[in-house]
């Protein structure tokens, strides 16, 4: 199975959020599944076009792949569940992790961090 987020500019249930150069940064994303690699590698290389870089998933590790062909291997993901979550806790987990993913579900958030 491969995983591809995509940023969109409307609201979504899924955020992403990631710190560059001490900025916080807010993403809308849209997740989308594949089974077959080949459309996988053309929707990421369409994304690229677009994009300074993408994230992906395959076989449940994170990647991160930049225009230049760069990819950072992220094989380790971090799992939270939270009833409430503020701003502070999410500048938190940037500074520690870089960024990470977050779903807004019926229970509350579900956080995830892929890191080395």
């Known amino acids: 199975m491969y995983t ?14 990631w710190i560059d150069s001490n900025k916080l940064y807010i993403d809308n994303i849209v997740i989308n599944k594949y089974i077959d690699y080949d459309i996988f590698k053309m929707d990421c290389i369409e994304l690229l076009k677009t994009e300074l870089c993408i994230f992906y998933i395959i076989d449940g590790i994170g990647y991160i792949k930049d225009r230049q062909g760069n990819i950072i291997k992220l094989s380790k993901r971090i799992k939270i569940l939270k009833k409430h979550i503020t701003k502070k806790h999410i500048n938190e987990l940037c500074k520690k992790y870089n960024g990470c993913t977050v779903f807004k579900n019926t229970i509350g958030y579900m956080i995830y961090i892929y890191t080395r």
Do not use: A, N, Q, V
């Open 4 to 17: 591809l987020y995509k940023t969109i500019k409307h609201d979504t249930d899924i955020k992403g959020y």
